[in-house]
């Protein structure tokens, strides 16, 4: 709840003692607008190496998916003006970059090179959350092709249900293959693109 840019501000002055891991804070959009701005501008007040990411899914899913300032519509689903996290960024002075984290491998490679030099920095990873997505469109219908997934065979240790751990995959023991559990996946299709084989299948609603 914004605590960590806090935190991170004091990590992100230890450069001077020696101290040489990246220091990397996270909220969400919702927190950044409550909560974390004040220590975004205190880490460029006092120059910290900190990278802020800002996971922007376009609402405050965690308690209900109420609007905030970004949202573009207030409480009583009235438009609203939009108050742009990028923009604040810019006002107090601090690098950003926004990135739709779904691209993974770009995604992966702009934290890296965000990481390389000193000073405040901040990351907005923006995608709208397939909770609100799928109230609007159908959801997608995301399902393993028995054929190809070839579990524990394929060398991929299980990525998908042991490492990359969406909760909507699961490991179905008798297979010995993964399976997606409908009820709980969104369609969001990230799965789809990280198995080496290609198993997971991703058909539009
Ligand atoms: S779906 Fe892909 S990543 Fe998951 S166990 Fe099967 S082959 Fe491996
Ligand atoms: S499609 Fe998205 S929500 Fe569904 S299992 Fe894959 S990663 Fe999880």
Redesign the pocket.
Known sequence: MGAGIGLANGFGQLGQFAFNQPVVAVCGDSTFFHAAIPGLINARFNNSNVLMVVLDNGGTAMTGFQPHPGSGTDALGRPAPVVEIEAICKAIGVEVRVRDPFEVDQAIEELYDMLQDGGAKVMVFRRKCFLIESREKAKPRVF?DPE????DE?G?A????RVFNCPG?IWDQEAK??KIDEVVCTGCGVCAT????G??IVEEG
Do not use: E, N
């Open positions: 393993v190809k997934c070839i579990g394929c991929c299980r990525f998908c249900s995959i293959r993964a990280l198995c080496p084989q198993a997971i």
